[in-house]
């Protein structure tokens, strides 16, 4: 099934977090927005905005997101901040947030960390870690053409594809997602997920189990936080089975 958990999982795990998760893709329709409101030419805007139509995100919240990104509404100046850290059992974590308050963001994910057994480190000192990928999830059914996808994927500039139980997960360089994107949704495919991400090239886990329910915890709680846009980690189990 791969580490990216069962469609099951991943669809159950974003149905509970719908709410945050509208707040999130908000703000990165506004960061996507400031360089340009026109998704035919702005291609992290096109994604963005289909990340949030993927969610049930109203057209309405949509467009007062563009007009703030924009300047056409007032709106928030965010900022970007990436913290890298250990959870317990030696699990590297990468937190990735958009804030208009860098001193909340930065003690709210320092106290998460510090209340659950982990500890915040420097930058650089998990990163190693991980390969920054474009990462595209495609629910497997009976209508999909295995070759057919991948052609069309691999034309458009994708690395590889692993298929899974229950899912087809196409990897690219993040220069090429957008393109990638953009062509498999020219041929109808729709996406349980669509993200770049950081992708573990080594991996670790908690041995106890109740180690792996406070990583879990931990990891949970850094992403309800609304400040904090995705939460990247190496650990081997799927937490969502946890």
Same mark, same amino acid.
């Given at each position: 099934m791969g580490r990216h958990g069962t469609i099951a999982g991943r669809k159950a795990a974003q149905d509970s977090k719908r709410s945050a998760?509208?707040?999130k893709y908000a703000?990165?329709?506004i960061v996507a927005a400031k360089a340009g409101g026109d998704p035919e030419y702005n291609? $992290?805007?096109?994604?963005?905005?289909?990340?949030?139509?993927? =969610?049930g995100m109203p057209n309405d919240n949509i467009k007062k997101a563009i007009k703030k990104g924009t300047g056409e509404l007032e709106g928030e100046t965010y900022s970007e901040l990436s913290f890298e850290g250990y959870g317990v059992g030696g699990v590297a974590v990468i937190v990735e947030a958009l804030t208009d308050n860098t001193n909340r963001t930065t003690a709210s994910v320092r106290s998460t960390f510090d209340k659950h057994g982990g500890n915040l480190g420097t930058a650089g000192c998990v990163t190693y870690m991980f390969n920054r990928k474009g990462v595209l999830i495609v629910e497997? $059914?009976?209508?999909?053409?295995?070759?057919?996808?991948?052609? =069309?994927?691999l034309d458009a500039g994708a690395e590889d594809m692993e298929v899974n139980e229950d899912s087809f997960v196409i990897y690219t360089e993040p220069s090429a997602f957008n393109e990638v994107h953009g062509a498999l949704t020219e041929a109808g495919y729709e996406f349980v997920e669509a993200e770049v991400e950081y992708v573990p090239s080594m991996e670790a886990a908690p041995k106890d189990e109740n180690d792996l329910k406070k990583l879990k915890k931990m990891i949970d709680i850094?992403?309800?936080?609304?400040?904090?846009q995705k939460v990247?980690?190496?650990?081997?189990?799927?937490?969502?089975?946890i």
């Open positions: 998760m509208f707040t703000r990165q329709i291609a $992290t805007l096109r994604v963005a905005i289909a990340k949030a139509k993927g =969610i497997k $059914t009976d209508e999909i053409d295995e070759d057919e996808l991948m052609m =069309i994927a850094l992403e309800e936080n609304d400040d904090v990247h980690h190496n650990c081997s189990v799927d937490l969502e089975e």
